[in-house]
């Protein structure tokens, strides 16, 4: 079991996720924007999400796998 | 102890200023210059304008509140690093690229000198403090990417920026390192 933390809009949600080993950014971004248009995340309930709403987002993969955060780039600073 | 601050724009220098009453020594570090933009998404003052952005933060820190600072007008590179985060306790990337973040990381994780990172997305609806261990730098969607210079996303700098100084106050007083998450609606500890 993982959580998968998403933010999007400057919203974030956690959803805990079953899954099969290791998978790709790519699949996890699709699982993600599913889980978003269909209201399954609590605070995070976007049925018109854009297909490429987490295109140029990051998967961060922390607590050896166990945390997942999906994420806007985040380049800036100074 | 000394805090080095590495980029000293929006998050770096609305950073320092809440660090202001920290018992250390602050020491700023940027090349750039202070233009008219910038007053109105970073701390800089009109008297500042034209002048080193370091500096002009460390003669603002006297000027207003009676704090010193140290300030370097210069660059990052591999050559100078060294010199520059010498005896440093802490370092803070407020970086605006990718580059001069692996720069600093490369540095630290050789020398085991403790660095937290923080990062704003281009929207300025999110973004992240996180130490060294746990970062990986995001790339610029392209160089010199702008961003808030009309200071539309000043409330989210000052948001994170206070998320900053307090992870930079836990770490000076109580040795602890904290990552966060700063969103539109929370600011939620991760690590």
């Given at each position: 079991m993982a959580i998968l933390n998403i933010t999007y809009n400057g919203l974030s949600a956690d959803y805990p996720i079953e899954l099969d080993g290791q998978v790709a950014d790519v699949d996890l971004k699709r699982i993600a924007q599913e889980l978003v248009r269909s209201g399954d995340v609590p605070g995070l309930h976007l049925p018109?999400?854009?297909?490429?709403?987490?295109?140029?987002f990051v998967i961060d993969r922390l607590q050896g796998g166990t945390r997942l955060y999906l994420r806007p780039k985040v380049p800036f600073g100074a | 102890m000394r805090v080095v601050i590495l980029g000293v724009g929006a998050l770096g220098s609305t950073t320092a200023v809440l660090c202001r009453a920290l018992d250390a020594t602050l020491a700023f570090i940027d090349f750039d210059k202070v233009e008219s933009k910038n007053l109105l998404a970073q701390a800089?003052?009109?008297?500042?304008?034209?002048?080193?952005k370091a500096e002009a933060l460390k003669a603002q820190l006297l000027n207003f509140y009676g704090v010193k600072a140290e300030a370097f007008g210069v660059r990052l590179t591999t050559e100078n690093v060294a010199a520059l985060v010498k005896d440093a306790g802490l370092v803070v990337d407020c970086f605006d690229n990718a580059e001069s973040r692996r720069v600093i990381s490369a540095h630290a994780r050789a020398q085991q000198i403790p660095l937290v990172h923080a990062a704003i997305s281009g929207d300025g609806s999110f973004g992240l403090v996180r130490w060294d261990e746990r970062f990986t730098p995001d790339a610029e969607d392209h160089a010199g990417q702008a961003t808030c210079e009309g200071g539309e996303h000043l409330p989210m700098i000052g948001l994170l920026s206070a998320t900053l100084a307090r992870t930079i106050q836990d770490f000076v007083t109580k040795q602890e390192r904290r990552d966060s998450m700063v969103g539109l609606k929370a600011v939620t500890v991760t690590g």
């Open positions: 018109n999400l854009p297909v490429e709403a987490f295109d140029g | 800089f003052v009109k008297q500042s304008l034209g002048k080193n």
